[in-house]
Nanobody, 125 residues
Framework: VQLQASGGGLVQAGGSLRLSCAAS????????VGWFRQAPGKEREFVTT????????YIADSVKGRFTISKDNAKNTVYLQMNSLKPEDTAVYYC???????????????????WGQGTQVTVSS
């Protein structure tokens, strides 16, 4: 599946942004879809994912209570609502998808075969 991410930008600390990840070529049915991020000089970090069929979500402790992942079946799109943003949330955010992720590997970037192009999120202090 091809992924198109959008919605990044510059926001002040405490602000909000919503990222979108749209699928093309096929639907998200049967996929685990989510987001990783990578800050300068750091490794890619798991943020959150959602199992399309069940709606079950997984989320990193670092963003729990501030970020929410959701999906729109009709639009074949996954959203990442980011609230109470902090400067440490600054990173390139990547949409990911896979049909073969097992639960023990849900936070591993190598478990996802489809990656979007990345969208920059910058949070100023």
């Amino acid at each position: 599946v091809q992924l198109q991410a959008s919605g990044g930008g510059l926001v002040q600390a405490g602000g909000s942004l919503r990222l979108s990840c749209a699928a093309s070529g096929r639907t998200f049915r049967g996929h685990t879809v989510g987001w990783f991020r990578q800050a300068p000089g750091k490794e890619r970090e798991f943020v959150t994912t959602i199992k399309w069929n069940s709606g079950h979500t997984y989320i990193a402790d670092s963003v729990k209570g501030r970020f929410t992942i959701s999906k729109d079946n009709a639009k074949n799109t996954v959203y990442l609502q980011m609230n109470s943003l902090k400067p440490e949330d600054t990173a390139v955010y990547y949409c990911v998808a896979s049909t073969t992720v097992i639960q023990s590997a849900i936070m591993s970037p190598t478990a996802y075969g489809s990656w979007g192009q990345g969208t920059q999120v910058t949070v100023s202090s």
